[in-house]
């Protein structure tokens, strides 16, 4: 062997050994495959993504380790095949996982030094639990925003309205003849004054009223006020109120407001009969009291379900869309959480949960 040979040796060893380490550092999934469609790479994250082991397929054809999965998903092939690569593809499910959420995919075209293509190299990572954190925060910071919109102008906005009110009802009083114009005016503007009130309650929920309470007591006292409106629309209400959940040390007025609002909703996505069922229960665990409110309702559009918590967004004509802003938040502050699934022309159900030792 000659020096040269030597020299030559080292350097591809080098090379190699510097492919893998950055094979690695790119830390997702990482396969690479030649013109013939054989695994060439295929590094540690891919190992664990797809629980199989690198020597198991290292030099097995792509199609055939991955024969469960439609071709149209063998990404690194069709790169090959159709000569184009892919950009940060962003789909919504994982067919080699069989699982739903986000998951971005990278291809490209490796050629040597004469141009011509040897083989391609597929990048992969499942990005759902940073689309989800993104939600969260842009959610988040959302909230914030209006929340100091709310507490700067609301008090702003109140007072020259109660003036005008004031005026508005001595006039009346002196116009009998004008009394339809003048009650008008009277309810667009308590119309207006409570949704600055809902706007207020954003701002920050007074944290001086916490106490023991009992969920189911609380669903209760939302119920009667609910009632008449229910029977009028020809709902009936099923209730399953577990008789073993601990008490929580909530706030009762605001934790009413968040019953109220989703109680109100469901009977407002039924307007010519249907069933409404609020249940109670403690989590497996005994850390969470899980309560439930469905309906059999119109349901929402899959498009329509990131804008929920969104303030102002509402489908009817005299809504403010800020119930479930408002009552996001108040869940939040409880330390809970509020979850939605539905489904259009069926119904939809509202999971909240709140902590059993969030202030026990
Ligand atoms: N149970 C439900 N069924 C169908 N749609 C719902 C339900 N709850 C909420 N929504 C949708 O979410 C929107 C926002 O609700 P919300 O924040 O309470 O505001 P509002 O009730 O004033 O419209 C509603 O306008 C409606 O389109
Ligand atoms: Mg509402």
Same mark, same amino acid.
């Given at each position: 062997?000659? !020096?040269?040979?030597?020299?030559?040796?080292?350097?591809?060893?080098?090379?190699?050994?510097?492919?893998?380490?950055?094979?690695?550092?790119?830390? %997702?999934?990482?396969?690479?495959?030649?013109?013939?469609? +054989?695994?060439?790479?295929?590094?540690? !994250?891919?190992?664990?993504?797809?629980?199989?082991? @690198?020597?198991?397929?290292?030099? %097995?054809?792509?199609?055939?380790?991955?024969?469960?999965?439609?071709?149209?998903?063998?990404?690194?092939?069709?790169?090959?095949?159709?000569?184009?690569? $892919?950009?940060?593809?962003?789909?919504?499910?994982?067919?080699?996982?069989?699982?739903?959420?986000?998951?971005?995919?990278?291809?490209?075209? *490796?050629?040597?030094?004469?141009?011509? =293509?040897?083989?391609?190299?597929?990048?992969? %990572?499942?990005?759902?639990?940073? +689309?989800?954190?993104?939600?969260?925060?842009?959610?988040?910071?959302?909230?914030?925003?209006?929340?100091?919109?709310?507490?700067?102008?609301?008090?702003?906005?109140?007072?020259?309205?109660?003036?005008?009110?004031?005026? *508005?009802?001595?006039?009346?009083?002196?116009?009998?003849?004008?009394?339809?114009?003048?009650?008008?005016?009277?309810?667009?503007?308590?119309?207006?004054?409570?949704?600055?009130?809902? !706007? $207020?309650?954003?701002?920050?929920?007074?944290?001086?009223?916490?106490?023991?309470?009992?969920?189911? #007591?609380?669903?209760?006292?939302?119920?009667?006020?609910?009632?008449?409106?229910?029977?009028? #629309?020809? *709902?009936?209400?099923?209730?399953?109120?577990?008789? &073993?959940?601990?008490?929580?040390?909530?706030?009762?007025?605001? =934790?009413?407001?968040?019953?109220?609002?989703?109680?109100?909703?469901?009977?407002?996505?039924?307007? &010519?009969?249907?069933?409404?069922? =609020?249940?109670?229960?403690?989590?497996?665990?005994?850390?969470?009291?899980?309560?439930?409110?469905?309906?059999?309702?119109?349901?929402?559009?899959?498009? +329509?379900?990131?804008?929920?918590?969104?303030?102002?967004?509402?489908?009817?004509? &005299? /809504?403010?869309?800020?119930?479930?802003?408002?009552?996001? @938040?108040?869940?939040?502050? #409880?330390? /809970? &959480?509020?979850?939605?699934?539905?489904?259009?022309?069926?119904?939809?159900?509202? +999971?909240?949960? !709140?902590?059993?030792?969030?202030?026990?």
């Amino acid at each position: 062997m000659s !020096f040269r040979d030597v020299s030559m040796e080292t350097q591809v060893e080098l090379w190699k050994s510097h492919s893998l380490c950055l094979l690695e550092a790119i830390g %997702q999934v990482v396969v690479v495959i030649d013109t013939e469609g +054989r695994i060439t790479a295929f590094n540690s !994250f891919a190992e664990e993504m797809f629980g199989l082991s @690198r020597e198991d397929v290292l030099n %097995q054809p792509f199609s055939k380790v991955f024969e469960h999965v439609t071709k149209a998903y063998h990404y690194p092939i069709n790169t090959i095949v159709k000569g184009e690569e $892919l950009n940060k593809k962003e789909v919504n499910y994982c067919p080699f996982l069989r699982k739903e959420g986000f998951f971005l995919h990278d291809t490209a075209l *490796i050629r040597n030094q004469m141009g011509d =293509i040897i083989g391609a190299m597929w990048l992969y %990572q499942d990005i759902t639990e940073q +689309r989800k954190y993104e939600r969260e925060v842009a959610k988040a910071e959302l909230l914030a925003a209006v929340s100091e919109l709310a507490a700067g102008t609301a008090h702003e906005i109140r007072n020259p309205l109660t003036t005008v009110r004031g005026f *508005i009802q001595l006039l009346a009083s002196k116009h009998a003849n004008e009394k339809d114009y003048y009650e008008l005016m009277l309810k667009e503007l308590d119309r207006a004054n409570k949704i600055i009130g809902d !706007f $207020l309650a954003l701002a920050k929920p007074r944290a001086n009223e916490m106490g023991l309470c009992s969920i189911n #007591h609380l669903i209760e006292d939302i119920l009667l006020l609910v009632e008449s409106q229910a029977n009028l #629309h020809d *709902i009936g209400v099923v209730k399953d109120l577990s008789g &073993d959940i601990p008490l929580i040390c909530l706030q009762p007025d605001q =934790i009413k407001q968040v019953f109220l609002n989703l109680i109100r909703n469901s009977v407002q996505a039924m307007p &010519d009969r249907g069933l409404l069922y =609020i249940s109670t229960k403690l989590s497996d665990q005994g850390d969470f009291v899980l309560m439930e409110i469905k309906d059999t309702g119109v349901g929402i559009p899959a498009d +329509r379900m990131a804008k929920l918590f969104v303030p102002f967004f509402s489908t009817k004509t &005299d /809504g403010s869309g800020l119930g479930l802003t408002i009552s996001y @938040r108040i869940v939040k502050n #409880h330390g /809970g &959480d509020i979850q939605v699934e539905s489904e259009e022309g069926k119904g939809t159900v509202f +999971r909240v949960s !709140f902590p059993v030792s969030a202030g026990a």
